[in-house]
Nanobody, 125 residues
């Protein structure tokens, strides 16, 4: 059974930084493309960042480009999201997700096979 567990969320002031992590167990991490999504209250879950299974390709939602960085450590079965210059509008529950498809549909919620439980990120002004 594949499990994804996020950690590292918390409360930070605007302009600050935070790194969230996601550990994958029960599967072969190196075969998964990985994505980060977020969901704010009353809004749909939205794509934030994605990385192909070998880490050769990365993708970002426009509003986080230049501020957020996705990375992965296949030896640790872990994917990270480094978030800098945080803004109040980045406040949301952040979810990691794993996709097995050979073609990586990085922004499509429905194409991800496994999801974590989420970690809250709150940015105060």
């Amino acid at each position: 059974q594949v499990q994804l567990v996020e950690s590292g969320g918390g409360l930070v002031q605007a302009g600050g930084s935070l790194r969230v992590s996601c550990v994958v167990s029960g599967g072969t991490f190196s075969t998964y493309s990985m994505g980060w999504f977020r969901q704010a209250p009353g809004k749909e879950r939205e794509f934030v960042a994605g990385m192909s299974r070998r880490g050769s390709s990365t993708y970002y939602e426009d509003s986080v480009k230049g501020r957020f960085t996705i990375s992965r450590d296949n030896a640790k079965n872990t994917v990270y999201l480094q978030m800098n210059s945080l803004k109040p509008e980045d406040t949301a529950v952040y979810y990691c997700a794993a996709q097995q498809s050979n073609t990586y549909y990085y922004s499509r919620v429905g194409y991800y096979d496994y999801w974590g439980q989420g970690t809250q990120v709150t940015v105060s002004s």
